[in-house]
């Protein structure tokens, strides 16, 4: 009953998100409200993290953990997809161009990492009385979801177009499953991981925001901080190898950024394959995103 419930937390916002009339400056209001509600969610996940006792003896541990999932569950997805670039392949039309927002997104990434290390900062110091809710977190999921059915909404972006794109359906398919094998291979190295954690572990697909909230509500901030992190390390790693994979392998490159193939490193994306490549980026991203937080709620319940 009680992931039944969290899984209707989760999915209630996205539809009354689609549901709200879409207009250009709502949309506007919405991006940014969403970065700046990043920004705070990563704040608060340093802050519950800097309450785990014996922290600084697990730091190996957690190094490890993120390690580990982060090489698999990219490799998995990337392995996928580049085969599936081999058995149908499809050619993008690439540049050379090089621009400012590259070095730009990097930033933003160090960014949200600087924002998990204030909060950790602020959490040693405040006070027990200004210490932020139990149920803060879960609010701010809702709100977050809530976010990005509106934004998704206000891209014009509809559930047909999004089908009709037969390569980018079945990109999202090998991707997952691609992915989740991942997971699994992490829960077998891991005595002290099941199954379904593994699963639930690699279900973020580079959606680090959600992930941790997610994995901090069922597992604790440990766990949280895995997710977030390798979320975060997708998004390094896509930044730095869309370029490098485009040219022969545009299906995995798109697939690198997982969830952020419809926003984050969509730019980069349209950098390095052109035009041609950006509805495809956006049905995959798009699908991706409605997937991941349905299967994180749903392993994370077992």
């Not at 991942?182 to 572990?201: C, E, M, Q, R, Y």
């Amino acid at each position: 009953m009680e992931s039944l419930i969290t899984l209707i937390l989760v999915l209630t916002p996205l539809f009354i998100g689609f549901a709200i009339p879409s207009t250009p400056k709502l949309t506007l209001i919405t991006d940014k409200c969403l970065s700046y509600l990043v920004f705070i969610i990563l704040t608060l996940i340093g802050i519950e993290l800097s309450q785990v006792h014996g922290l600084g003896s697990q730091i190996g541990e957690i190094a490890l953990y993120v390690t580990a999932l982060s090489v698999l569950t990219i490799g998995t997805g990337l392995f996928g997809l580049k085969v599936f670039d081999k058995i149908k392949p499809w050619h993008a039309k690439t540049t050379t161009a090089k621009t400012n927002q590259h070095r730009v997104s990097i930033r933003g990434s160090l960014i949200q990492v600087i924002c998990v290390v204030v909060g950790f900062g602020l959490g040693l110091i405040l006070p027990e009385a200004l210490m932020p809710h139990d149920k803060t977190m879960t609010v701010l999921l809702m709100v977050l979801i809530l976010l990005v059915g509106i934004g998704l909404k206000g891209s014009g972006i509809t559930l047909k177009e999004v089908l009709l794109n037969r390569r980018g359906v079945e990109m999202s398919v090998i991707f997952t499953l691609s992915v989740l094998v991942g997971g699994l291979i992490f829960a077998a190295i891991f005595s002290d991981v099941s199954w379904t954690k593994g699963l639930a572990l690699a279900s973020g697909f580079g959606w680090y925001s959600l992930s941790a909230i997610v994995m901090t509500d069922a597992y604790g901030a440990i766990w949280g901080s895995v997710a977030l992190f390798n979320d975060l390390i997708r998004e390094f790693f896509a930044l730095i190898f869309i370029p490098v994979f485009m040219r022969q392998y545009p299906s995995a490159s798109v697939g690198l950024g997982g969830a952020t193939s419809l926003d984050f490193t969509l730019p980069i994306i349209q950098q390095s394959g052109g035009l041609t490549v950006v509805p495809l980026a956006i049905s995959f991203g798009f699908i991706i995103n409605i997937v991941a937080p349905v299967l994180m709620v749903v392993f994370s319940a077992f």
